[in-house]
């Protein structure tokens, strides 16, 4: 049997570079796969060559569609074959492309290395594989060196290992909570403390309060974990003479009596806990009770899997249940440690409960989930009532889909491969029917009724009303599979596009779209610490998206590779969600001028995909755009690292209308920075406007700043002889009608042109193009008969050729910066019409080159310079000599080596290569 090497296969989210088994374990697999030539009949994940199905395969993604055939309306593409623009899918096999299901990981010794990878079975019997990752096999943690305790002298008491999490603790209330566990009434316990990187001062402080108390022991991770991997860390460090394990916050209060009460309630169960005082931090009480509103479950499997009622900080459970829990599952979704400790004791056995409360739980902002949004119900009237748009409303439940669904569905696994032989049969069947439920009518069923008595009140709730939920995200499922055709409907627009990280802070979803958008765009970057790890400048992106790399993206990956090339050590960190990029991105990107070999010498991280982004206490960092400064600033003060360095390419308020982002954007000036501008005329008008480094007097703004100049595309402008021959002649507009560009003016352009036209300037038979959309191309009247014709976007070589064809060139630009491509246009020896604005002045213009017409951005201002530059093409030789730019073709001279040094000294590196 024949096969192919041509599956095309991208993953969603980067899969873990390494994991930790134990007795099995179970990875969310979720991306897109086609293949060019042929349709996919199956599709299965091959772990270390045993295959397992994946069921959902073939779903629907617009995503990669998008990006492959970024001409074509997707919605129009019915009757449609072929695309013979696009060479990667030439069938637009995309749109059917996507997948996702649970690699099955058995156990495996700690040392081995993990290959997943993905074959297809082709529609003509052909095969096809290709790789997913290949991922490290790690043991779970252990304990870092410590002195032994002391075991209690009263030897009938049995031995509780108090496992305590950390991370910067509020120093008053972690007093209190020590204070608590000293007081016990049942004294044979041992508390390890596993402090997740907590700051060097927060460090010290724990240290000295726990000082010459042997029944402490404090282990710092080397790294920043989470809440979730710093408790499963906990868990570890527990001594193996204990016989109990107790779990603690490190900000509540027990009472004295709460090991003794939950050690005498335990009886058989593997897991025992308690009700909770809810109080503010300064003590007042806000609830008697935990469950002032929810039934308390904890013996029910479903319910507990699809809504947890097991809070780690009340519990007490048998040591030997750790065998079967640790190591915890992934932290591929917003997992919670008490869930699944939860979920493991039930499985294996009973839980029990301690009705009266045992300890105080402080609500403040800092918990990572609080008593009232674990208490927190919306009824099915108001749900019902809810004014969301349709799309809205399957946009929502494709979030749940994959971001709750599939989230239990990974405990479920996981708990099969650990916990079978000691689960009895019928919570084997709860698990099986979790996991097939999308297939399942009869638990659709029982989830929608469920929840619909729950939510209309009929009941106590129990979960939450969490099965309506669940139910509508299983519903979206099946909306997919009777979604019709091999192509985008237009009357169904279904899409199977994952949410951009499906580790979520709690509290997120819900939001008005447009707040959300908001929200994800300035959303802290996930990152952890780790003392070995080495110094980078990490220079933050938005995302990479082919479709709109142009020169602004190009100088800042030229800076990273000439930063690199000095052997400073750079890395690429996206910091928006990247969509699907087709295949051969990274050449494509590479062959733009100064790029070449750039993904050899950079690394390249997606941030948002990653889930947290490894540091170190010493790395740089270089924001890009207004959002990026916002995260680059934020990260800096955590690591105390100072100023970060800002790359400044326009005055970015201007490229939104007057609202939350402009207002944001401007505010992104106020942070703690440096800043490099990309051209002396847009530093001069932070300078007159006293913005961002020259908020003070201009002297300090000075010293803070420095100016380059980004390299245009390198053309050679056509022989005077060329020119003279040229019949007809040619105007360039730069037409850029979306929404993110309005700052060229594009309306004001198409205006112009048409009373140009009206006018009689181009009545001698001239040809009107536009250059620079990213839609399809398409045909512009403009009156009497004239029309304009937006041509495709070209790459960087045919841009360069496309130039030389052309006459006359109009690139309007209604901000401080005085744009690239029309001094492109006039180093192609064009008379090019551009557009002024306060300091960018004719004369600054003309200084640059001649062939640069600089006219106020008005109708009659425009129409003027288009007259006078298309009586000015006919002078050959001044437009021959103005092609000579006064600025750099070449990015050796834009970031030379004095603009370099300035750049290390900006960052605090005080030599090269440091």
């Not at 103005?882 to 960052?907: K, M």
Request: with cysteine; glycine share 6%; proline share 7%.
């Amino acid at each position: 049997m024949a096969t192919e090497p041509e599956l095309h296969v991208a993953l969603d989210a980067e899969l873990p570079e390494e994991v930790a088994v134990g007795d099995g374990t179970a990875l969310f697999v979720c991306g897109w796969c086609f293949h060019p030539a042929q349709r996919i009949a199956a599709l299965e994940l091959l772990v270390d060559g045993e295959p397992q199905p994946l069921r959902d395969i073939r779903q629907p993604r617009l995503d990669p569609f998008r990006a492959l055939h970024p001409t074509l309306d997707p919605f129009a593409t019915t009757q449609l074959e072929r695309d013979p623009a696009s060479a990667e899918d030439p069938l637009l096999h995309a749109y059917r492309s996507g997948f996702w299901g649970l690699a099955r990981i058995g156990p495996r010794p700690a040392g081995a290395t993990l290959e997943l990878r993905l074959r297809a079975r082709l529609d003509r019997g052909d095969e096809a594989e290709a790789p997913l990752a290949r991922i490290a096999i790690v043991a779970p943690p252990h304990p870092l060196a410590a002195p032994r305790p002391r075991t209690s002298a009263t030897g009938s008491e049995p031995r509780v290992a108090i496992c305590m999490a950390t991370y910067n603790p509020p120093m008053d209330l972690l007093t209190r909570q020590l204070d608590s566990i000293r007081a016990q009434s049942h004294s044979n316990w041992v508390c390890v403390i596993s402090d997740d990187c907590s700051s060097p001062e927060s460090s010290s402080r724990l240290r000295a309060m726990i000082a010459g108390d042997e029944r402490f022991i404090l282990s710092r991770s080397e790294r920043r974990l989470g809440f979730y991997r710093n408790f499963e860390r906990a868990l570890s460090l527990a001594p193996a003479e204990a016989e109990l394990i107790a779990l603690a916050d490190q900000d509540d209060s027990w009472r004295p009596d709460k090991l003794a009460a939950l050690i005498d309630a335990i009886g058989d169960a593997q897991l025992v806990y308690s009700d909770a005082r809810v109080v503010a931090r300064d003590g007042a009480e806000l609830s008697p009770t935990w469950w002032a509103t929810r039934h308390n479950n904890h013996s029910d499997l479903l319910s507990l899997l699809v809504a947890n009622s097991v809070t780690g900080a009340a519990s007490l459970l048998r040591a030997e249940l750790l065998a079967t829990a640790l190591p915890f599952p992934p932290h591929q979704f917003a997992h919670f440690h008490d869930h699944w400790l939860g979920l493991v004791a039930l499985a294996c056995g009973e839980i029990a409960y301690v009705d009266e409360p045992l300890y105080d739980y402080v609500q403040h902002g800092n918990a990572s989930l609080g008593h009232a949004a674990a208490n927190r119900m919306t009824s099915l009237r108001e749900r019902l009532a809810n004014q969301r748009r349709p799309a809205e409303r399957a946009r929502m439940w494709r979030l749940h889909y994959f971001a709750d669904v599939w989230r239990l569905r990974q405990f479920c696994a996981v708990l099969e491969l650990r916990a079978t032989p000691a689960m009895s049969r019928r919570k084997r069947s709860v698990l099986r029917r979790f996991l097939a439920a999308d297939r399942s009518p009869l638990m659709l069923a029982r989830l929608v009724a469920r929840g619909v008595r729950e939510l209309s009140g009929t009941t106590v709730p129990e979960t939450l009303g969490a099965e309506w939920m669940l139910a509508c995200a299983l519903l979206w499922r099946r909306l997919l599979a009777i979604a019709p055709g091999e192509r985008p409907r237009r009357t169904l627009r279904l899409d199977a596009l994952p949410p951009a990280s499906l580790v979520a802070e709690p509290g997120q979803t819900g939001l008005d779209p447009a707040v959300a958008d908001v929200a994800a765009k300035i959303e802290p970057l996930r990152f952890v610490v780790a003392e070995g790890a080495p110094r980078r400048v990490n220079l933050l992106l938005p995302t990479i998206d082919l479709r709109h790399f142009f020169g602004g993206y190009i100088a800042k990956l030229n800076l990273a590779a000439r930063l690199a090339r000095d052997g400073v050590r750079v890395r690429l960190v996206t910091t928006d969600p990247v969509g699907a990029l087709p295949p051969g991105w990274r050449e494509t990107i590479e062959g733009y001028s100064g790029l070449a070999g750039l993904f050899d010498a950079v690394e390249l991280t997606f941030g948002r995909e990653a889930g947290a982004i490894e540091v170190s206490s010493e790395d740089r960092f270089v924001a890009t755009t207004w959002w990026t400064a916002r995260i680059a600033g934020e990260i800096a003060s955590r690591l105390e690292r100072g100023p970060f360095l800002y790359l400044i390419q326009e005055y970015e308020p201007f490229t939104f209308p007057m609202g939350t982002f402009a207002a944001l954007a401007a505010d992104s000036y106020r942070s703690d920075h440096v800043a490099l501008f990309s051209s002396e005329l847009l530093r001069e008008y932070f300078r007159l406007h006293r913005i961002g480094v020259y908020a003070g007097d201009a002297d300090a703004g000075d010293a803070r700043s420095a100016s380059f100049q980004n390299a245009i595309t390198a053309v050679s402008p056509p022989s005077p002889a060329e020119l003279s021959a040229r019949a007809p002649r040619r105007l360039l507009f730069y037409a850029r009608p979306e929404a993110h560009a309005q700052r060229n003016m594009y309306e004001l352009g198409v205006l112009a042109l048409s009373r140009a036209v009206a006018e009689g300037v181009f009545s001698d038979g001239w040809e009107l193009h536009g250059i620079g959309t990213v839609t399809q191309a398409r045909s512009i009247s403009l009156g009497a008969g004239a029309r304009l014709d937006l041509l495709p976007r070209a790459a960087q070589d045919a841009y360069g050729a496309l130039l030389r064809e052309h006459d006359l060139g109009l690139a309007l630009m209604y901000t401080p910066h005085p744009s690239l491509v029309p001094i492109e246009m006039a180093s192609a020896g064009m008379v090019t019409v551009t557009s002024s604005f306060e300091n960018k002045t004719p004369a600054a213009m003309a200084a640059i080159s001649a062939n640069l017409i600089c006219a106020p951005p008005t109708l009659t201002g425009i129409v003027a310079a288009l007259r006078s530059a298309a009586s000015a093409t006919a002078d050959i030789d001044a437009r021959v000599r103005a092609a000579a730019v006064n600025w750099p073709t070449d990015w050796d001279r834009a970031f030379d080596r004095e603009l370099v040094g300035w750049v290390l000294s900006a960052l605090g590196l005080d030599r090269l290569g440091a």
